[in-house]
């Protein structure tokens, strides 16, 4: 199985400050058509995972545009340009590549 | 707008076969490209994807759950329905049902078309949780 390793687990972050999430695959990503298959998901609290980025770099419909996807082969980043309070909650790469599908641990995103 | 709610029992003991229905809207799953899949989270938070179901019929089963896997789908009702055989207090967690979009490209390799698949999932429902005890 393709393992994805997040980090930090955690993460405090000030409001209106940058924020940065790595993921880490054990097998490159980056399939052979050119795309990489690797999405993003926020867990807000007391709610379902909602899609943020997909194929590595997309952001999904409604998402702001301080979210962006980026990286290629095996590391990728989840960066947000000025964290806002709405942003808490926890994070999850996935990989859709390979069967079966699995998800990185995820990140844990806290107000300081 | 598309929305998917999951249903069945909230506690099972162990040795039972758990039964989960997702009822969706807004989406056809007779449409070309279109998956319904089931993922569970652990109390720990993990997530763990276990199968999905296309518009053809074609499914694909996590294969260290696959023997205990089964999944079904009913378009006319709008309907996927897993089932897990032998559950066990380790299955314990919140299940959720997602919409999955699948999607071809083709690309040119020395002047033959060669199509490939990507999938993702777009859309979550609410959740169910499921205790397994005796």
């Known amino acids: 199985d393709i393992v994805l390793t997040q980090s930090p687990l955690s993460l405090p972050v000030t409001p209106g400050e940058p924020a940065s999430v790595s993921c880490r695959s054990s097998e490159s990503l980056l399939h052979r058509n050119g795309y990489i298959y690797l999405h993003w998901y926020l867990q807000k609290p007391g709610q379902s995972p909602q899609l943020l980025i997909y194929l590595g770099s997309n952001r999904a419909s409604g998402v702001p545009d301080r979210f962006r996807g980026s990286g290629s082969g095996t590391d990728f980043t989840l960066k947000i340009s000025r964290v806002e309070a709405d942003d808490v909650g926890l994070y999850y790469c996935?990989?859709?590549?390979?069967?079966?599908?699995?998800f990185g641990q995820g990140t844990k995103v806290e107000i300081k | 707008q598309i929305t998917l709610k999951e249903s069945g029992p909230t506690m099972v003991k162990p040795t039972q076969t758990l039964t989960l229905t997702c009822t969706f809207s807004?989406?056809?799953?007779?449409?070309?490209?279109?998956?319904v899949g089931w993922i569970r989270q652990t109390p720990g938070k993990a997530l763990e994807w276990l199968v999905v179901?296309?518009?053809?019929?074609?499914?694909s089963y996590s294969p260290s759950l696959k023997s205990r896997l089964t999944i079904t789908k009913d378009t006319s009702k709008n309907q996927v329905v897993l089932i897990m055989t032998d559950m066990d207090p380790v299955d314990t967690g919140t299940y959720y049902c997602?919409?999955?979009?699948?999607?071809?490209?083709?690309?040119?390799?020395?002047?033959?078309?060669?199509?490939?698949?990507?999938?993702?999932?777009?859309?979550w429902g609410q959740g169910t949780p499921v205790t397994v005890s005796s």
């Open positions: 997602a919409h999955t979009q699948r999607h071809s490209r083709v690309t040119m390799v020395r002047g033959v078309p060669r199509v490939d698949y990507y999938s993702y999932v777009d859309v």
């Open positions: 996935m990989q859709t590549l390979q069967n079966p599908w699995t």
């Open positions: 179901i296309y518009w053809n019929d074609d499914k």
């Open positions: 807004g989406f056809s799953l007779s449409t070309s490209g279109v998956g």
